[in-house]
């Protein structure tokens, strides 16, 4: 738990290293003022710098102070319910344009459903999963035109 | 104010389609509110989408109804679970809760919906006198007052998350980092976009606000979901009594003007405005005690105040552009993807549209008061499905409404990401709001700035030569340093006391 603690600190600064060292070297302008589009991002990105330091120090005080809501992360089934909810998430996105948007959103909502719900309640989670994914698809698609695939 | 624009306004608002969409936006806006954790911003954000294809009166129209929604819906949760599903909605559970614990569950319920009812109706008042001259003012704003402004609001959504204004300032730059992807608009160089073609213009901010507030939302949900507690309450008549009514009458009139100022106020919003309600009644109540226990007048105050903020909130963002708070940021974004540009020149260009809305605000609270009496046999059956079934559905229109903005399913993936952030977000106490508003105003913000300097020929001197703008240069001062000579004063005044205690 305290290097999850830990790690958001350091994923700022990494990140915001990340970003200062893609703003110094962003192509210039040529028009007006060569440096005028690297002015704002160098900016920021020293200023999330500084105070992703100062938050990596302020956390390194603390850290064995107690997180309610990261103990919540790693207890029970919920690391896994999580972690398998973006999955399924990226399958999804994945799937979309091939699968077309019927078939897709039915298996997504659906293993979502068991996933969430559990597999006990199977009939309303298939259900669930047609009837919404049909409504959606009827809505959007024939309602509002917007033309999914 | 022109009275036949107002008039033209309200006739259009009271047209049976439009009408219609008042009563299905609410009723949608008031089921996503509702659910536990998810809020008015959650409630936008998801169903941005079914706006679609609608002509922008109508989707303005129901756009409002589903924000107006989910701040009653919010406080079903609130008075029923105990769960708020925003800031705003935090004070309601103070008396709320307990006054249903106690049996007065449907006593409760109409208080809140009374309460919100009279708290819009004074702001919608409100917005009535202020608007337009607050929009007459917005045009004299140029390049540096409007930067100046975006950055006052900015700080002031940070200090305002006392106690963590590290992480707000994180949050922020993060937002500002974001807003600088694409193609700069000045001089056409590509920013971050990894030459991905897809990313040449920019990270549509609907997508983080989905991301954030609907997948983001979920995610941190799902920590809780197999301890969400189910809890059967005897609803019985929702009606109150001549006492509550008697008690809760003022502190209904006198929250209804404070919400509605500090909701005008940049950064402050509905938390704040029934924070402050809340307390001034407890201070000046003779039943002081009697707060946190179930006072009507406990939950009545905040419910005025937080409503009537959320109207106050709209007159910053319609008339200046500039949203206060995450709820109305994402309201912002929502009118945006319409086509409608709020600031200055939209109550000069749109009146009938301004009006209409404003109309269908002060509509949106009538029909909204009926459906949460009249219905709330229905409404509290819909909180008995079980979350389980409808986080999954609520994940699935997030989706569904990022492929409609691009229709490409590369924004799936940003949509993930924002998501994670999101639950990072939650998980280590980072306040969204910073991150949310600094998205959408970010690229503003550096364009007003570098157009400013430009005016100036490189000298940063234009930002100290209106009054309007040392003006806000002095607000957004105080606005960061309030907290650090709020604590100052605090300490010396307890050195003081314990002097004299030790002298004595």
Known sequence: ?149 | MDMSTFMQGLTTALEPMNLLWIVIGGFLGTIVGMLPGLGPATAVAVLIPVTFGMDPVSALILMAAIYYGAMYGGSRSSILLNTPGDGSAIAATFDGYPMARKGMAGQALAISAVASFIGGLIAVAGFILLAEPLANFALKFGPAEYFLLMLLTLSAIISLSIGRMVKGFIAMLIGLMLSTFGIDTQTGVYRFTFDIPHLSEGIDFLIVIIGIYAVGEVLYNLLTIDKQKKEKKKIGKVWFDKDQWKRSKWPILRSGPIGFIVGVLPGAGGSIASMISYTTEKQISKKSEEFGEGAPEGLAAPESANNSASVGAMIPLLTMGIPGSGTTAVMLGALIMLGIRPGPMLFESDPGLVWTFVNSMFIGNIVLVIINIALVGLLVKILDTPAKVLYPIILLLAFIGTYTLSYSAIDFFLLIIFGYLGLLFKLFDFPIAPLVLAVIVGSDMEQNFRMAVLSSNGSLGVFFQSPISIGLIILTILSLFYPLIMKLIRNRKRKHASEQRKGA
């Open chain 1, 1 to 149: 738990m305290k290097a999850f603690k830990i790690g958001m600190p350091i994923f700022l600064i990494l990140l915001s290293v990340f970003f200062l060292v893609g703003s110094l070297r962003l192509p210039k302008a040529n028009l007006g003022n060569p440096y005028g589009p690297l002015y704002f991002p160098i900016g920021v990105s020293l200023l999330l710098l500084i105070f992703s330091i100062i938050y990596f120090i302020q956390e390194l005080r603390k850290l064995t102070e107690d997180n309610e809501a990261i103990k919540e992360l790693f207890s029970g089934r919920t690391p896994k319910l999580i972690g398998i909810t973006i999955l399924f998430a990226i399958g999804y996105s994945l799937l979309f344009e091939r699968a077309g948007f019927l078939l897709s959103s039915i298996v997504f909502l659906g293993a979502l459903l068991f996933l969430i719900n559990g597999p006990k309640k199977w009939i309303t989670n298939l259900v669930v999963a047609v009837i919404f994914s049909f409504i959606s698809w009827y809505a959007f698609s024939e309602m509002l035109g917007v033309s999914l695939p």
